[in-house]
């Protein structure tokens, strides 16, 4: 039987007909589209990921409108709404995680396989700025395991800078770069809009090993400079993070994998994708204490040069959309391996709002030490809590996980408030679910109120260009009935694989729509 064609491989074809018809070479291609001839070469035999941004790009030179090959390059959503879900879906790994491993591994000379890496435009916009500064990467086993590795030299200068100033992970490269090079720079981050958030923590807990970074330049990239003299004292370094973040942990971990003696780091952040990056860390033979708590201690190495492979943890942001969207729809489903150390919380507050599930015994994820438990959401009739629900660092609400109950307390009886006081925009965004007929009560830029139940109507929306909150206006368009358009959806494609190929699969009515 013949083997069928991956996405990349139709996708390659067409663009090298378009090409051809153009009277093109690769190379005036490339040029037309600020490209290498290399990456067109590998884009057109189906061995290179493509963005979003670049199938743009390609579209606009070539003068014609490459086909949509799944939903992924999709640009809207229709949804008919009103609609119970039904049946089984299975936690995907998580996104951040990927993310932040894909950093991780230009820590180490050799071979670094990461398994079910999720297939999402973030990921794909970190490897576009990979391989454009040398680093091989290459999908096995079917595309679902990701091998990576990293050249002795590196090629800042050939960075894509466009794709890197669409996410905010190019900070990460801070801690593996600064034992590569003496001077460097990097792109100014992007990412979620959601206000000014500032890298100060990033640097000044960076400090320790000799980094300056001026970031208030007008070139519009960071200028990097290392100390090689603070940065070679292999003295025992004692960080006191300002700020409880997680990419900020992650940069200080990444520096201290590769700084021989003791690095203890006081509040850290303990979150999921954290504990990923500690758990891969021991796999390329550095020795961390404290995973899970606030405070780690890393006793790091003068090298890094093997062969490993690594299984990423399930993701809980993606468990609570789908725990959100069958709340809101009053339907029963269930979630195969879900993260329930990271669900906990969560899952408390629900029950303080009448919500019902059911939770199987626990089994370790692929990784051996992430706990998971396949989760049952069933149909309830939901209450406000009394309490406002607010966000805390892990163990409390995660940050990214508070949105979601705007949408599942827009069904609830009774008033809820919602206290984001992390990002300086996202409550605003919030105010979208007003359109879906929510009663929504904006106090502030961080507080407001939602009174349920909802009598949710259709409506034709843009999605908000922020990654959660797109997906609560998505969730409240499914529990809708009528018609539903949701326009502009790569936000959400910048974090989930193939959701509407999954909601779909529950049941959902959401059909991806070209060219609106």
Known sequence: MKKAKSYQEVIGETIEQMRLEKGWTQGELAEATGTSQSAIHRIEKGGQNISLEMVKKLSEALGNQILSINDSVSQSFRIRGGKELSGEITINTSKNAAVALLMAALLNSGRTVLHKVARIEEVFRIIEVLESIGVKCHWQNRHRDLEIISP??????????????????????????????????????????????????????????????????????????????????????????????????????MAAALSPGKTTIVGASPNYMVQDMCFFLEKLGVKISGIGTTTLVVRGRNKIDLDVEYNLSEDPIEAMSFIAAAYATHSKITLRRAPIEFLEIELEILKSMNAKFKKSEEYLSNNGRTRLVDLTILKSDLVAPVDKIHPMPFPGLNIDNLPFFSVIAAVAEGRTMIHDWVFENRAIYTTELANLNVKVELLDAHRLYVEGPTNWRPAELVAPQALRPAVVVLIGMLAAPGTSILRNVYSINRGYQDFAVRLRHLGADIVPLTGI
């Open 152 to 253: 002795r030299e590196l090629k800042l200068e050939n960075m894509d800078v466009e794709a890197a100033r669409k996410t905010r992970s190019v900070i990460m490269m801070l801690g593996p770069l600064l034992h590569r090079y003496k001077k460097f720079t990097l792109p100014y981050a992007g990412g979620c809009s959601l206000g000014v958030r500032t890298i100060e923590p990033h640097l000044k807990a960076l400090e320790s090993f000799g980094v300056k970074v001026d970031a208030e330049t007008n070139s519009g990239f960071y200028e990097v400079e290392v100390n090689q003299h603070t940065l070679k004292k292999y003295e025992d370094r004692y960080i006191v993070l300002v700020e409880r973040g997680d990419t900020v942990t992650e940069n200080v971990l």
